[in-house]
């Protein structure tokens, strides 16, 4: 199985992007899939989880501003971000476990969209 992580690009402080996630090779439906981020200099950072059964999870830095959803009909999850900070900046990956796990899932993960928050 095949992550696919995309939507990312730059945006000025206040703006919206959402981030897509989509498998090839299996499937996203019967797992539990997060989002993480990294900026250069720091450690990868949980951002937001969704469960089998549609439980969703936020670090307190992005809750009220992100949301995470799932389309199981295109195999896809989404993080919808929106009043963007310029400590959003950073590479966003996607990852698929059977649990969410803030320390991190240990299934595939995706290769990382770029986010960049700035004016």
């Known amino acids: 199985v095949q992550l696919q992580a995309s939507g990312g690009g730059l945006v000025q402080p206040g703006g919206s992007l959402r981030l897509s996630c989509v498998a090839s090779?299996?499937?996203?439906?019967?797992?539990?899939v997060a989002w993480f981020r990294q900026a250069p200099g720091n450690e990868r950072e949980y951002v937001s989880c969704?469960?089998?059964?549609?439980?969703?999870y936020y670090s307190d830095s992005v809750k009220g501003r992100f949301t995470i959803s799932r389309d199981n009909a295109k195999n896809a999850v989404y993080l919808q971000m929106n009043s963007l900070k310029s400590e959003d900046t950073a590479v966003y990956y996607c990852?698929?476990?059977?649990?969410?796990?803030?320390?991190?899932?240990?299934?595939?993960w995706g290769q990382g969209t770029q986010v960049t928050v700035s004016s």
């Open positions: 990852a698929r476990d059977w649990v969410c796990r803030e320390g991190g899932m240990r299934l595939e």
């Open positions: 969704v469960t089998t059964g549609d439980f969703t």
């Open positions: 090779g299996g499937t996203l439906t019967s797992y539990a």
